[in-house]
């Protein structure tokens, strides 16, 4: 079973973070509200259009929503491909303890699979398998996955280490482990299809927002041609 799936997950490659680049948006939404808030008093003060200048205010709420929107859903979406990490390198970790590697090899042995940020957290996970047997560590790993199934997977390893890869625990690891992996395929699949709704959806909003405002600034201008009788 777990080569089966092994075949399946082997072509995905590891996931990387974009810490600079999160780095660098985070001065963006302090720019949109600065732009927005003196865009809006200059409409108002030196043209004294107070519909265009709530407008255009309310252009920047809108933007800075959609702004703080994406990154939430980019902090869940980085937090959902980590889990898929997870069932894609402790494939390989079950084809270890089924060969007869010990566990603590098998969690060293998927350090050369892993993405940086996984890679770091394997390590924490060894340095403190090396200072405490109990089964704190394995839980603190899991710990900084979202998902309960995980925390499940690696009290079922510590079962092992403590009681021996016997039949029984090594069954028992493999159910919970194929229970995980089959909820991470369908949530994958779910988000993508959330992904292309939003996709399509907020380039038309943000065009239909776009086209208002050209055409409310024009209806500005003409009225206040008019205003002056030419």
Wanted: hydrophobic share 40%; aromatic share 14%; no cysteine.
């Amino acid at each position: 079973m777990f080569r089966r799936l092994s075949e399946k997950m082997k072509n995905k490659k590891p996931n990387k973070t974009g810490s600079k680049k999160e780095k660098s948006n985070r001065w963006l939404p302090g720019l949109f509200a600065i732009v927005g808030l003196l865009g809006s008093f200059a409409i108002y003060y030196f043209f004294h259009e107070t519909l265009l200048a709530f407008l255009f205010f309310g252009a920047t709420v809108f933007f800075l929503y959609v702004f703080f929107s994406k990154r939430k859903v980019h902090s869940e979406v980085e937090a959902e491909q980590l889990e898929e990490e997870f069932v894609r390198i402790f494939t390989y970790f079950s084809i270890y303890i089924q060969d007869g590697l010990p566990i603590y090899s098998a969690f060293q042995e998927l350090l050369k699979y892993a993405s940086p940020t996984m890679k770091e957290r394997l390590k924490d996970l060894l340095n403190d398998i090396d200072h405490d047997k109990s089964v704190k560590p394995y839980v603190t790993f899991a710990s900084l996955f979202p998902s309960l199934m995980i925390r499940e997977v690696m009290i079922s390893i510590y079962k092992m280490v403590d009681e021996g890869t016997n039949e029984t625990y090594l069954r028992q690891y493999a159910t919970i482990f194929a229970s995980l992996a089959e909820d991470k395929r369908t949530k994958a699949k779910e988000r993508h299809k959330r992904s292309l709704g939003n996709v399509s959806f907020l380039p038309l909003l943000a065009s239909g927002l776009t086209s208002a405002l050209i055409t409310i600034g024009i209806m500005t201008v003409i009225g206040g041609l008019t205003s002056h009788g030419i």
